[in-house]
Structure formats: C-alpha cells, structure tokens
C-alpha cells in the first residue's frame, strides 16, 4: 500500500468513526448499507413532501390485502434523510392503513435510535411522507370502491 493509500484509508476510518457517533451503530450501519431505497413502478400510494430545510423525500407503497408489501424511498436530502426514508419504508411493512397513522416523527427516531440533534427533522420528513404516502393510498381506494 502507498502512503496515498494509506492516508486515504485513514481518513476514510475517521470519517467512518465520525459518523458512528453520529448516527448511533444502527444508524451507521443502516447508512452503510442503504435498504428499500429508489423508485417504485405504480405505487398505490405515493408521498412527496419538501421539509422546511428545503430537501424532498417521497415514499412509494404498495399493498396486498389492504397492508403494505413493498415500501421505497428516494430523497435528496442529507445521510440522516436516507436513514430516516430507509428506516420509515421499512415501518410501513405489513401495517394496515389504521397502524400506518401511528408513524410519526417519534417511532422513526426511536426506530433509528439517534440522529445528531441538528438532524432529528429528517425523522419527521420522514414520517409526513409516510403520512403523504398514505393519503394518496386512502383517496385512490376510496374511488375504487365507488
Ligand atoms: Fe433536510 Fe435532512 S432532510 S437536512
């Protein structure tokens, strides 16, 4: 290994460490290894809300029997938005419309178990997306049914 290498290798491990205690290990890992992650083809629920900090993040959800089967995610926003995006599709995971209101800012962040405090917002863009997601779900059901 050169020392480019090698000083590449050790700034690659602070920033890493860094971002450890940031993020908490599960955090950090799920940031590592992004989950539920892109766009989905014909969603039957779609959500696309702007945060106040000016980034977007939608939520694509399927259902089976009135539950999700597939949940998504893209965002334009920070390491702690994909996280949060990640960990709030994942939520929405065999949860009927009634257990999807109870997603909010607070269950993504005790899902996550720490965000910086600077970032804690990005749980609750999260979870208004899910929200969003769900809306569009309930209005298009409802004109199916009619
Ligand atoms: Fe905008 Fe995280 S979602 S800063």
């Known amino acids: 290994m050169d020392k480019l290498d090698a000083f590449l290798d ?14 908490g290990e599960k955090g950090f890992q799920r940031w590592r290894n992004p ?14 809300v702007t945060g106040e900090c000016g980034d977007t993040m939608e939520i694509f959800l399927k259902f089976k029997d009135n539950r999700v ?20 599709a994942e939520l929405t995971l065999g949860k009927d419309p009634d257990e999807l209101t109870d997603i ?5 962040l005790e899902t996550i178990g720490r965000l910086p405090e600077k970032d804690q917002h990005c749980a609750g863009l999260a979870a208004r997306t899910v929200q969003d997601a769900l809306n569009d779900y309930m209005i298009r059901h409802r004109d199916c049914k009619q």
């Open 10 to 23: 050790n700034l690659q491990n602070e920033i890493f460490e860094e971002a450890r205690q940031a993020l």
């Open 35 to 48: 989950r539920f992650g892109g766009r989905m083809e014909n969603p039957d629920g779609h959500g696309r």
């Open 69 to 88: 089967s597939h949940a998504s995610y893209v965002t334009n926003g920070c390491a702690s938005s994909a996280i949060s995006g990640s960990f709030a």
């Open 104 to 108: 909010t800012d607070e269950t993504v």
